[in-house]
Protein backbone atom coordinates (compact mmCIF):
# COMPACT_ATOMS: atom_id res chain seq x y z
CA UNK A 1 0.00 0.00 0.00
CA UNK A 2 1.33 3.59 -0.76
CA UNK A 3 -0.05 6.33 0.77
CA UNK A 4 0.61 9.94 -0.28
CA UNK A 5 2.01 12.90 1.65
CA UNK A 6 1.01 16.26 1.09
CA UNK A 7 2.05 19.87 2.29
CA UNK A 8 -0.67 22.27 3.31
CA UNK A 9 -0.91 25.89 4.08
CA UNK A 10 -0.08 24.81 7.72
CA UNK A 11 3.28 24.41 8.27
CA UNK A 12 2.17 22.02 11.52
CA UNK A 13 -0.14 19.79 9.52
CA UNK A 14 0.32 17.23 6.52
CA UNK A 15 -1.84 15.62 4.68
CA UNK A 16 -1.63 11.69 3.98
CA UNK A 17 -3.79 10.08 0.96
CA UNK A 18 -3.67 6.36 1.82
CA UNK A 19 -5.88 5.58 -1.53
CA UNK A 20 -8.51 4.45 -0.10
CA UNK A 21 -11.96 5.74 1.30
CA UNK A 22 -11.36 7.16 4.57
CA UNK A 23 -14.63 8.34 5.41
CA UNK A 24 -17.95 7.35 3.59
CA UNK A 25 -19.50 10.78 4.12
CA UNK A 26 -18.48 14.07 5.86
CA UNK A 27 -15.56 14.46 8.25
CA UNK A 28 -14.41 14.18 11.29
CA UNK A 29 -12.18 16.38 13.58
CA UNK A 30 -10.15 15.43 16.62
CA UNK A 31 -9.21 18.48 17.88
CA UNK A 32 -7.22 16.71 20.91
CA UNK A 33 -6.35 13.15 22.85
CA UNK A 34 -9.53 13.37 24.82
CA UNK A 35 -11.78 13.41 21.13
CA UNK A 36 -10.13 10.21 19.90
CA UNK A 37 -11.43 7.86 21.99
CA UNK A 38 -14.37 6.38 19.43
CA UNK A 39 -11.70 6.16 16.54
CA UNK A 40 -8.72 3.31 16.89
CA UNK A 41 -6.43 5.28 14.43
CA UNK A 42 -7.11 8.71 16.04
CA UNK A 43 -6.14 7.18 19.11
CA UNK A 44 -3.01 5.48 17.77
CA UNK A 45 -2.13 8.59 16.25
CA UNK A 46 -2.44 10.46 19.13
CA UNK A 47 -0.53 7.97 21.05
CA UNK A 48 2.50 8.56 19.26
CA UNK A 49 2.87 11.36 21.76
CA UNK A 50 4.06 14.41 18.80
CA UNK A 51 0.41 14.82 17.64
CA UNK A 52 -1.75 17.80 18.45
CA UNK A 53 -4.76 17.43 15.74
CA UNK A 54 -6.40 14.52 13.42
CA UNK A 55 -9.00 15.11 10.74
CA UNK A 56 -10.45 12.57 8.46
CA UNK A 57 -11.78 13.61 5.20
CA UNK A 58 -12.97 12.11 2.25
CA UNK A 59 -10.11 10.30 1.16
CA UNK A 60 -7.64 11.74 3.03
CA UNK A 61 -6.26 11.94 6.96
CA UNK A 62 -4.95 15.44 8.31
CA UNK A 63 -2.18 15.56 11.00
CA UNK A 64 -1.25 18.14 13.01
CA UNK A 65 2.33 18.37 15.10
CA UNK A 66 2.03 19.21 18.43
CA UNK A 67 4.15 22.58 18.69
CA UNK A 68 8.43 21.88 18.39
CA UNK A 69 7.92 18.65 16.65
CA UNK A 70 10.15 18.16 13.60
CA UNK A 71 7.66 16.50 10.71
CA UNK A 72 10.86 14.52 9.27
CA UNK A 73 10.97 11.72 12.45
CA UNK A 74 7.29 11.74 12.85
CA UNK A 75 5.99 11.67 9.65
CA UNK A 76 7.70 7.87 9.49
CA UNK A 77 5.42 7.35 12.70
CA UNK A 78 2.52 8.52 11.17
CA UNK A 79 2.55 6.95 8.09
CA UNK A 80 3.80 2.92 9.79
CA UNK A 81 -0.09 3.79 12.07
CA UNK A 82 -1.90 4.62 8.66
CA UNK A 83 -0.05 1.86 7.00
CA UNK A 84 -0.80 -0.58 9.72
CA UNK A 85 -4.20 0.72 10.15
CA UNK A 86 -5.27 0.70 6.56
CA UNK A 87 -3.97 -2.89 5.59
CA UNK A 88 -5.39 -4.97 8.86
CA UNK A 89 -8.81 -3.50 7.44
CA UNK A 90 -9.43 -2.14 10.78
CA UNK A 91 -12.35 -0.40 11.19
CA UNK A 92 -12.13 3.80 11.41
CA UNK A 93 -14.37 3.62 14.57
CA UNK A 94 -15.36 1.54 17.49
CA UNK A 95 -18.54 -0.51 17.23
CA UNK A 96 -21.39 1.70 18.59
CA UNK A 97 -19.14 5.30 18.19
CA UNK A 98 -19.86 5.69 14.63
CA UNK A 99 -23.38 6.16 14.78
CA UNK A 100 -25.07 9.25 13.60
CA UNK A 101 -21.78 11.14 12.90
CA UNK A 102 -21.76 13.83 10.20
CA UNK A 103 -20.32 17.33 10.07
CA UNK A 104 -22.17 19.36 12.93
CA UNK A 105 -23.24 22.22 10.25
CA UNK A 106 -26.05 23.37 12.58
CA UNK A 107 -26.46 27.31 13.44
CA UNK A 108 -24.77 28.30 16.88
CA UNK A 109 -27.87 30.52 17.49
CA UNK A 110 -31.64 31.11 16.51
CA UNK A 111 -31.83 32.37 13.08
CA UNK A 112 -34.46 34.37 11.01
CA UNK A 113 -36.61 32.64 9.11
CA UNK A 114 -37.04 35.23 7.01
CA UNK A 115 -33.49 34.75 6.00
CA UNK A 116 -34.10 30.75 5.03
CA UNK A 117 -33.29 31.33 1.12
CA UNK A 118 -29.96 32.89 1.62
CA UNK A 119 -28.80 30.42 4.50
CA UNK A 120 -29.95 28.21 1.72
CA UNK A 121 -27.40 29.77 -0.82
CA UNK A 122 -24.78 29.67 1.58
CA UNK A 123 -24.83 26.30 2.61
CA UNK A 124 -25.00 25.22 -1.42
CA UNK A 125 -22.01 27.50 -1.99
CA UNK A 126 -20.35 25.92 0.94
CA UNK A 127 -20.97 22.43 -0.01
CA UNK A 128 -20.41 22.52 -4.08
CA UNK A 129 -17.55 25.54 -4.20
CA UNK A 130 -15.97 26.06 -0.86
CA UNK A 131 -15.57 22.63 0.92
CA UNK A 132 -14.35 20.99 -1.87
CA UNK A 133 -11.43 23.29 -2.47
CA UNK A 134 -11.02 23.67 1.64
CA UNK A 135 -10.67 19.73 1.30
CA UNK A 136 -7.60 19.91 -1.27
CA UNK A 137 -5.51 21.86 1.80
CA UNK A 138 -6.26 18.92 4.60
CA UNK A 139 -9.18 20.69 6.18
CA UNK A 140 -12.69 21.31 5.88
CA UNK A 141 -15.01 24.28 6.83
CA UNK A 142 -18.08 23.81 8.71
CA UNK A 143 -21.46 26.34 8.43
CA UNK A 144 -22.33 28.34 11.83
CA UNK A 145 -24.60 30.60 11.40
CA UNK A 146 -25.84 33.53 9.73
CA UNK A 147 -27.49 36.54 11.09
CA UNK A 148 -27.70 40.10 9.93
CA UNK A 149 -25.48 39.99 7.35
CA UNK A 150 -22.28 38.16 9.02
CA UNK A 151 -22.00 34.40 8.01
CA UNK A 152 -20.16 32.38 10.68
CA UNK A 153 -17.80 29.61 10.03
CA UNK A 154 -15.55 27.58 11.79
CA UNK A 155 -12.01 25.65 10.18
CA UNK A 156 -11.97 22.26 11.21
CA UNK A 157 -8.23 20.09 10.16
CA UNK A 158 -5.25 21.55 8.51
CA UNK A 159 -7.38 25.09 8.18
CA UNK A 160 -7.77 24.97 12.25
CA UNK A 161 -4.46 27.34 13.17
CA UNK A 162 -3.45 27.60 9.94
CA UNK A 163 -1.40 31.09 9.60
CA UNK A 164 -2.95 31.56 6.19
CA UNK A 165 -6.29 30.59 7.13
CA UNK A 166 -7.68 34.03 8.16
CA UNK A 167 -6.70 35.31 4.45
CA UNK A 168 -8.39 32.24 2.85
CA UNK A 169 -11.31 33.10 4.97
CA UNK A 170 -11.73 36.98 3.78
CA UNK A 171 -10.25 36.92 0.66
CA UNK A 172 -11.28 33.95 -0.69
CA UNK A 173 -14.28 32.66 1.17
CA UNK A 174 -16.05 36.06 1.66
CA UNK A 175 -14.97 37.22 -1.62
CA UNK A 176 -16.69 34.20 -3.34
CA UNK A 177 -19.79 33.93 -1.21
CA UNK A 178 -20.52 37.89 -1.21
CA UNK A 179 -20.21 37.73 -4.83
CA UNK A 180 -23.30 34.87 -5.11
CA UNK A 181 -25.03 36.24 -1.81
CA UNK A 182 -24.76 40.34 -1.53
CA UNK A 183 -26.66 39.96 1.54
CA UNK A 184 -23.86 38.65 3.43
CA UNK A 185 -21.59 41.72 4.35
CA UNK A 186 -18.83 39.60 6.16
CA UNK A 187 -17.31 36.33 7.14
CA UNK A 188 -16.39 35.61 10.42
CA UNK A 189 -14.61 32.59 12.14
CA UNK A 190 -15.85 31.01 15.40
Known amino acids: MLIETEATPNPATKKFLPGVPVMESGSR??????????????????????VEGVFFGRDFVSVTAAPDVDWRGLEIDVLQVLLDHFSSGAPLFKPGTAAGIHIDDSAQFEEDPADSDIVAQIRELLETRVRPAVAQDGGDIVYRGYRAGTLYLAMQGACAGC????????????????????????????
Open 29 to 50: DFPDADSAAASPLAEALFATGE
Open 163 to 190: PSSAVTLKRGVENLIRHYVPEVETVEAV
